[in-house]
């Protein structure tokens, strides 16, 4: 079972810019597929971002394309999202998690392992 845990969260003004970290233990990586998702108050949890760990495949969903970037270190076994020209409707708590398989579905229920969560607010 892999163990992620998040870092990276806080309170940042409308345009500013926040980077996410998740450190994954205790499994091999290379045949993951890693996601960050949020979950805004009364809101289901979304897909915002995910990337095949070996092949570095990425993709976004709609609401954050070409704002948010995911990418991670092999050396650090970490995936990170860059998160720029953050909007108040960014603001919610953000989960890193892991897929057995090399395939990006978005799909909550297709990721096994989850992070604790870390709160991003943005103000306006």
């Known amino acids: 079972q892999v163990q992620l845990i998040e870092s990276g969260g806080g309170l940042v003004q409308a345009g500013g810019s926040l980077r996410l970290s998740c450190e994954a233990s205790?499994?091999?990586?290379?045949?993951?597929?890693m996601g960050w998702f949020r979950q805004a108050p009364g809101e289901e949890r979304r897909f915002v971002a995910g990337i095949v760990w070996g092949r570095g495949q990425t993709r976004y969903s709609d609401s954050v394309r070409g704002r948010f970037t995911i990418s991670r270190d092999n050396a650090k076994n970490t995936v990170y999202l860059q998160m720029d020209s953050l909007k108040p409707e960014d603001t919610a708590i953000y989960y890193c998690?892991?897929?057995?398989?090399?395939?990006?579905?978005?799909?909550?229920?297709?990721?096994?392992?989850w992070g604790q969560g870390t709160q991003v607010t943005v103000s306006s």
């Open positions: 998690a892991a897929q057995p398989w090399a395939l990006i579905t978005g799909r909550a229920t297709d990721f096994r392992s």
């Open positions: 205790g499994g091999t990586f290379s045949s993951l597929t």
